[in-house]
Every structure is written in C-alpha cells, then in structure tokens.
C-alpha cells in the first residue's frame, strides 16, 4: 500500500481522500452517551448551538432532550445581573428553574395551547426547545437594545412634582422596584408608588432639611440638617428612635451588617454597632479632617470619608485606625463611592477623580461638567454623576481605566432634563432616578425607550416655568469678567496715551518721508531715458524704508481692519461709579458664597465646605 500510494499522482490522491475522508468522520454526538453529549452542549456558547441544531435532526433532537436553550439562558441569569433584572422586567423569570411539566404548563398558558395534547413526552421537549431557543434572541436584541440607548442617551422621562409649599429641593433618595424614599428640605421624607407614582406616605419628624436616608426591608434611618439621626419603621412609618451625638448636620450616612457610619458638618465621623432597630450604640468617633465631612462609604476593609478640606481619608475597619489619604482635588470634595478597589469622587473643582485606594494613586481624571459635581455612581460599566449645572453624564469606566482611551471616548452622553442642581442619584442597567433643587424626581428609563427620534416624556403633574439657576449663575460670571476687562482696558488707554503721542507724531513725520521718497522714486523712473543718476537724498530716504537696520525713523506697522478704534477716555465720575458697581456686585457674590459655604443659604444645605 505505502508503495502504491507513493507512485499515484495529485489527482488520483485527491479521489482516494474524498473516498476515505467520510469513512473517518464519526458522529460524536449520536454515539457519545446521552450524559457525555449533555455535558459538551452545555459548555458551548449560543453560536455552537445555533450552528449544531442546523447539522442534522439527531443532532436537534439532542439539543431538545437536554434543553440547552433553557439551561443556557439560567445560566446567564444567574452569572449576569443583567439578563437577572431583564427576566423580572420582561417578566420571562416564571419560565426558568421549573420542571418540564411545569414549563410545558406555562408556556401552553402562554399561547392558549390545550395543556392535553402535549400529554407525549417527545412533544414537550420539542414545544420546550422551540420556545426557549425563539426567546434567547429576543433577550438578546433587548440588551443591544439597552446598550445603545444609554451610549445615545435615548431614555423614557418619568416626572414626579415634590413641590409643596415649603419645599426647596430634594435632596436625597434611593428607590426599588415598588417605590422610590426621598428626603426633602420641607424636613419630610415623602415615600412614593411606582405604580401610579402617588406619594404614598410622609414621615415627619425632622425639625431640620433631611439631608441624607438609607433604608432596607426593615427600617429607614435618615439624618438631618437638625443634627439629629433617625430610625423609622418601614412599615408603620413610626419614627422609633432618634440619635443625637452631632452637633452640626448630619450629612451623610451608610449602614450594613449591623454597623452604620455617619458624617457632620461637625467634620467628624461616627461609627455605630447596630444591634437591633432599637439597640443602636456609639463604637467610636473618627477626627481627622480639617472641613465638614461630606460623604463616607465603607466594606468589610476600609471606611472612605471626602471632606470640604479637599482631601479623601481612609480608615482601617477593624481597627478605626486611620490608613491613608488621596489628596489631588483642587477644592472640596462633594460625593463619593467606594466599591472594590476602586474611589470614584467628584468635587466643587468641577471634575471627577478614579483612585486605587490601596496604593492611593489617581487612575484619571474625568471633566466635563461646568460647576460642582455634586453626586456620583458607579457599576461594572459605567459612571453616573450629576451636577451643579443641572447636567446628569453618563462615563464608559473601562474606558475611564484605561491609560490609552482618548478622553473623547470616556463620556458617552449628557442627559438635560433638570432645571437646577442635581443633588443626588442612583441608577442601575435600566434607569436612572436623580433629584433635584427644581423640586422634581425624574426617572429615566432606558428600557422602554421610543426605538427612534426624541425621548419621550411623561409628566406626572403640571410644573411651573422654573429659572435655570445655572445657567444665571454662568450669566452673571460672564457679566463680571467682561466688565472687568472693560475696565482694564479703559485704564490701560489712560497710561499708555500720553506714551502714544509721540509714537505717533514720529510716524506721521516718517509716512510724510516715506510719501517723498515715493515720489521722487517716481520721478526718477519718468527721467530715466535722461539721466540714470539719482541724488543720494533720495537714495537715501528709500534705503531708510526698505532696511530697517538705517538710523531712522521706525517703519509703520501694518494697519489692522478688524481691530477695533479706540473708545474715548471716559470722564472720571462715570469710572469711578462703574467700579463702585462691580464691587458692590462682588460683595453680593461673596456673601451668597459665604451662606451657601455656611450650610445655611436658600439653594443648598449641603454645600461642600472648604474655599477655592
């Protein structure tokens, strides 16, 4: 045989592989045992699968009997907090983790199917297959779907109006699938139903603007601007203990098992051992920071507090030792979350800041936003944060952890919808719910959002026109920094005037030279058929204007058309009433800085402490 196959040709080889080639192949899947077939179809990805149901019908048939659509869409249920959360959304959850005949059951309900004649077992596999391998697409196309609506900023706007008569703003909230908990500056908390978005109960008690509030399947605890943390039950509302150790406000707060950490103006930093909603004790008080303390966030590791003295502490969690600090923010430091390795932070300096919080280093270095960055959030994927400027910006975060990313790539779209300052948010892979000082809770919902055109909006009330206080703010900066330069300009023309004179008399006489030279140049070109001599005067005017190195007068600079003529020196009285304008408008803005640093100004109890 080895002596035959080496004297055939090309072709007769190519005819003996074609003959031998199907004698070698073997149907793996058909003659495996069902128990090892199942095993290799259950590690192969949705392509594999699409492709080995179009190989053959014993192939088909082994995807049925072993029900790998099914089984792959629970594992990724399981894996995936996305695909978890779609299953409860979609409400496709019911027919996962179910035995057959409870499936068959469903599905049959599904579709109006008669339950009796899928009684076969041959039949329930196939009915089972179909459904499941027809829903893995869909699931499919809803995620794709998802992802680009929050890439293109493509949202369904839900409004809730939280405007009373003494409410001011919103200033905190956290919300689940059947109601949203939000804090308000009329010293309410006001619960409301995702149903029909109503408010369904308001728990009074605060004396002071709720500032912060956190809640579980148990209680709500909150704390207020009245110095005061308190404990209320979820179900009856009833405010069931009150903690007083502060002695400014309590601005923010963070519980988990059984510990809960607080923050004040106070600029310290309170640990509690929470035995029971009754049973709740001071562990030990944290001193360090230099300003207010913001915010705080904290694992089982480190506790991470941000203050108004523009840096961000960490604290040893077993021992309430301090650990280490992350300075780099320019002016205090507004919001902040901590998860795994990661410290996400925004500041009054208008930026947003990744660290590593175990060698302390910035990663980057995130701008955008226009005024103070006020609240911030952050998953697997993406950075959420909202602003002083009444804009919520949604950031790629690997895009953000990585060196090479342009910072073009980072920010993935700006979402405008507030009419002033955003004061805080939560989001997860469907929506965002943020709070405002224009006294509204907007849900954004990327889920259900029109596939084309604008995004839709649905107003729960009717809201007045309210004025967009950034956009005043930005107005009145601008007002400031061109009547300033006005008035530079006008004093520099005061100094330099007496210096122009001369310059100027200088160049007329040396225009008049140069108009001279020009004729007599002129005239000597007329005469030159005569005479090719000129007179060394005028050689030596010309020579003047085409060398600069001649002594003699300096040569006129080109006359600009687009600069503007000087305005007259305006008289004394009207400068120094100018001036007394804009000092006066200075100290209106400082003394609105002063009460808005102090806690105490009309927009926002909770401005960051620490100056520029």
Same mark, same amino acid.
């Given at each position: 045989?080895?002596?035959?196959?080496?004297?055939?040709?090309?072709?007769?080889?190519?005819?003996?592989?074609?003959?031998?080639?199907?004698?070698?192949?073997?149907?793996?899947?058909?003659?495996?045992?069902?128990?090892?077939?199942?095993?290799?179809?259950?590690?192969?990805?949705?392509?594999?699968?699409?492709?080995?149901?179009?190989?053959?019908?014993?192939?088909?048939?082994?995807?049925?009997?072993?029900?790998?659509?099914?089984?792959?869409?629970?594992?990724?249920?399981?894996?995936?907090?996305?695909?978890?959360?779609?299953?409860?959304?979609?409400?496709?959850?019911?027919?996962?983790?179910?035995?057959?005949?409870?499936?068959?059951?469903?599905?049959?309900?599904?579709?109006?199917?008669?339950?009796?004649?899928?009684?076969?077992?041959?039949?329930?596999?196939?009915?089972?297959?179909?459904?499941?391998?027809?829903?893995?697409?869909?699931?499919?196309?809803?995620?794709?779907?998802?992802?680009?609506?929050?890439?293109?900023?493509?949202?369904?706007?839900?409004?809730?109006?939280?405007?009373?008569?003494?409410?001011?703003?919103?200033?905190?909230?956290?919300?689940?699938?059947?109601?949203?908990?939000?804090?308000?500056?009329?010293?309410?908390?006001?619960?409301?139903?995702?149903?029909?978005?109503?408010?369904?109960?308001?728990?009074?008690?605060?004396?002071?603007?709720?500032?912060?509030?956190?809640?579980?399947?148990?209680?709500?605890?909150?704390?207020?601007?009245?110095?005061?943390?308190?404990?209320?039950?979820?179900?009856?509302?009833?405010?069931?203990?009150?903690?007083?150790?502060?002695?400014?406000?309590?601005?923010?707060?963070?519980?988990?098992?059984?510990?809960?950490?607080?923050?004040?103006?106070?600029?310290?930093?309170?640990?509690?051992?929470?035995?029971?909603?009754?049973?709740?004790?001071?562990?030990?008080?944290?001193?360090?920071?230099?300003?207010?303390?913001?915010?705080?966030?904290?694992?089982?590791?480190?506790?991470?507090?941000?203050?108004?003295?523009?840096?961000?502490?960490?604290?040893?969690?077993?021992?309430?030792?301090?650990?280490?600090?992350?300075?780099?923010?320019?002016?205090?430091?507004?919001? =902040? *979350?901590?998860?795994?390795?990661?410290? &996400? %932070?925004? @500041?009054? !300096?208008? $930026? #947003?800041?990744? /660290? +590593?919080?175990?060698?302390?280093?910035?990663?980057?270095?995130?701008?955008?936003?226009?005024?103070?960055?006020?609240?911030?959030?952050?998953?697997?994927?993406?950075?959420?944060?909202?602003?002083?400027?009444?804009?919520?910006?949604?950031?790629?975060?690997?895009?953000?952890?990585?060196?090479?990313?342009?910072?073009?790539?980072?920010?993935?779209?700006?979402?405008?919808?507030?009419?002033?300052?955003?004061?805080? =948010? *939560?989001?997860?892979?469907?929506?965002? &719910? %943020?709070? @405002?000082? !224009?006294? $509204? #809770?907007?849900? /954004? +919902?990327?889920?259900?959002?029109?596939?084309?055109?604008?995004?839709?909006?649905?107003?729960?009330?009717?809201?007045?026109?309210?004025?967009?206080?950034?956009?005043?703010?930005?107005?009145?900066?601008?007002?400031?920094?061109?009547?300033?330069?006005?008035?530079?300009?006008?004093?520099?023309?005061?100094?330099?005037?007496?210096?122009?004179?001369?310059?100027?008399?200088?160049?007329?006489?040396?225009?008049?030279?140069?108009?001279?030279?020009?004729?007599?140049?002129?005239?000597?070109?007329?005469?030159?058929?005569?005479?090719?001599?000129?007179?060394?005067?005028?050689?030596?005017?010309?020579?003047?204007?085409?060398?600069?190195?001649?002594?003699?007068?300096?040569?006129?600079?080109?006359?600009?058309?687009?600069?503007?003529?000087?305005?007259?020196?305006?008289?004394?009285?009207?400068?120094?009433?100018?001036?007394?304008?804009?000092?006066?408008?200075?100290?209106?803005?400082?003394?609105?800085?002063?009460?808005?640093?102090?806690?105490?100004?009309?927009?926002?109890?909770?401005?960051?402490?620490?100056?520029?």
């Amino acid at each position: 045989m080895d002596k035959i196959v080496h004297r055939l040709s090309h072709y007769q080889l190519g005819k003996v592989d074609n003959f031998i080639r199907p004698m070698l192949q073997r149907d793996f899947i058909s003659n495996l045992p069902a128990h090892l077939v199942e095993l290799i179809l259950f590690n192969v990805n949705s392509d594999s699968l699409k492709s080995c149901e179009e190989v053959s019908t014993s192939w088909r048939c082994a995807l049925a009997r072993g029900q790998h659509w099914k089984k792959l869409i629970e594992k990724n249920v399981r894996s995936d907090s996305l695909w978890w959360g779609l299953s409860e959304k979609r409400q496709w959850d019911k027919f996962l983790n179910i035995s057959r005949d409870m499936s068959v059951r469903r599905i049959c309900e599904k579709f109006n199917y008669d339950v009796n004649i899928k009684r076969d077992k041959l039949d329930q596999l196939i009915l089972m297959h179909v459904f499941y391998s027809k829903l893995y697409p869909k699931i499919i196309r809803d995620i794709h779907n998802i992802d680009n609506n929050w890439k293109r900023g493509n949202y369904k706007m839900t409004r809730i109006n939280c405007q009373s008569e003494n409410s001011k703003g919103v200033y905190c909230l956290q919300y689940d699938d059947d109601k949203i908990v939000s804090g308000l500056r009329d010293n309410t908390i006001k619960i409301w139903d995702r149903k029909d978005y109503s408010c369904s109960r308001i728990l009074s008690g605060h004396t002071g603007s709720v500032l912060c509030l956190q809640y579980d399947n148990r209680v709500i605890i909150s704390g207020s601007s009245d110095a005061t943390v308190r404990v209320w039950d979820v179900e009856t509302g009833e405010c069931i203990k009150t903690l007083i150790h502060h002695c400014e406000a309590v601005l923010h707060l963070r519980f988990a098992n059984g510990i809960m950490v607080t923050c004040s103006k106070d600029r310290s930093i309170a640990v509690w051992d929470m035995v029971s909603p009754r049973d709740i004790t001071i562990r030990r008080v944290l001193v360090g920071h230099r300003a207010a303390v913001n915010v705080v966030d904290f694992d089982d590791r480190y506790i991470v507090s941000a203050s108004g003295d523009r840096t961000i502490k960490v604290w040893s969690m077993d021992t309430l030792e301090f650990v280490r600090t992350l300075a780099g923010h320019r002016r205090g430091i507004a919001c =902040l *979350q901590y998860r795994g390795r990661l410290v &996400v %932070s925004g @500041s009054s !300096d208008n $930026t #947003i800041r990744l /660290w +590593d919080i175990h060698s302390g280093v910035c990663l980057r270095v995130l701008e955008g936003h226009e005024e103070l960055v006020r609240c911030i959030r952050f998953d697997e994927k993406r950075i959420v944060s909202g602003a002083y400027d009444g804009k919520i910006k949604v950031w790629d975060l690997q895009a953000a952890l990585d060196p090479r990313a342009l910072s073009s790539e980072i920010c993935l779209c700006s979402l405008v919808q507030h009419t002033g300052r955003v004061f805080r =948010l *939560q989001f997860d892979d469907f929506q965002i &719910v %943020s709070s @405002s000082h !224009d006294d $509204t #809770i907007l849900i /954004w +919902d990327f889920l259900d959002a029109p596939p084309s055109g604008l995004p839709s909006s649905t107003n729960r009330a009717t809201l007045p026109e309210l004025p967009n206080q950034a956009a005043v703010a930005r107005a009145q900066m601008l007002f400031e920094m061109a009547a300033r330069r006005e008035i530079e300009r006008r004093d520099r023309e005061v100094v330099e005037e007496p210096a122009l004179r001369p310059r100027a008399n200088a160049a007329r006489r040396h225009n008049a030279d140069i108009a001279a030279a020009a004729a007599a140049a002129e005239a000597a070109r007329g005469a030159g058929d005569n005479d090719e001599s000129s007179s060394e005067e005028d050689l030596d005017r010309v020579d003047q204007v085409n060398n600069p190195n001649v002594a003699g007068p300096a040569p006129p600079q080109p006359h600009n058309q687009n600069h503007r003529r000087r305005q007259p020196r305006p008289e004394l009285p009207v400068r120094l009433m100018f001036q007394q304008e804009m000092a006066a408008f200075d100290n209106m803005r400082r003394q609105q800085n002063n009460m808005d640093h102090l806690g105490g100004g009309d927009v926002d109890e909770e401005m960051p402490d620490g100056g520029p």
